[in-house]
């Protein structure tokens, strides 16, 4: 008995491990708080891939949210602009609406109307590659756009594969 009383010396040292388990009891849950707002900010990220919101509705609709990360709505409307395939239409206001390229812009609108907006997106290439004269690359394209049309250069190339005028040589799109 001395012995185990000795290995009970030894787990003596038997509050280690439960200071041990503790940490790993406390880890898993300091985890899933991240990996929620992980998770929200992913369905929030899909939520906009497919229904333009404006910013009030998102900081007022997940204001735990905001507080748990610790952001202002600054911060919130800073990290919507850097998300991709997310694009921000009046910039100049105070409530901007975001959501997908083709819906943004109109609060409500769906990523349905996508083809319909690629369709347009087609023809104003068009319209500014038979004004430039020549083949032109998606940066130039996009400068001679209207300036409330929020696209990027993916977007320009995906319209000019997609729009039956235009076809791409290299990085220029041009005429067909």
């Excluded at 812009?105 to 500014?128: K, S, Y």
């Amino acid at each position: 008995m001395a012995e185990q009383h000795g290995s009970g010396t030894a787990a003596g040292g038997s509050p280690e491990p439960p200071a041990t388990e503790s940490p790993a009891t406390e880890s898993p849950a300091t985890e899933s708080p991240a990996a929620e707002t992980m998770a929200e900010l992913a369905r929030l990220r899909a939520e906009l891939c497919t229904t333009a919101r404006p910013l009030s509705d998102l900081w007022h609709e997940r204001t735990p949210l905001w507080q748990a990360l610790g952001w202002e709505r600054a911060q919130l409307r800073l990290w919507l602009r850097c998300l991709p395939g997310v694009a921000m239409s009046g910039a100049d206001t105070a409530d901007p609406v975001f959501g997908s390229a083709a819906a943004a812009g109109r609060p409500g609108a769906t990523a349905q109307t996508g083809l319909a907006a690629q369709q347009q997106l087609g023809e104003r290439i068009a319209e500014v590659l038979t004004a430039l004269g020549k083949p032109a690359p998606p940066a130039l394209i996009r400068t001679r756009l209207p300036p409330d049309l929020l696209v990027t250069d993916a977007l320009i190339l995906g319209a000019a594969r997609a729009h039956p005028r235009l076809a791409l040589t290299g990085p220029l799109i041009r005429l067909k």
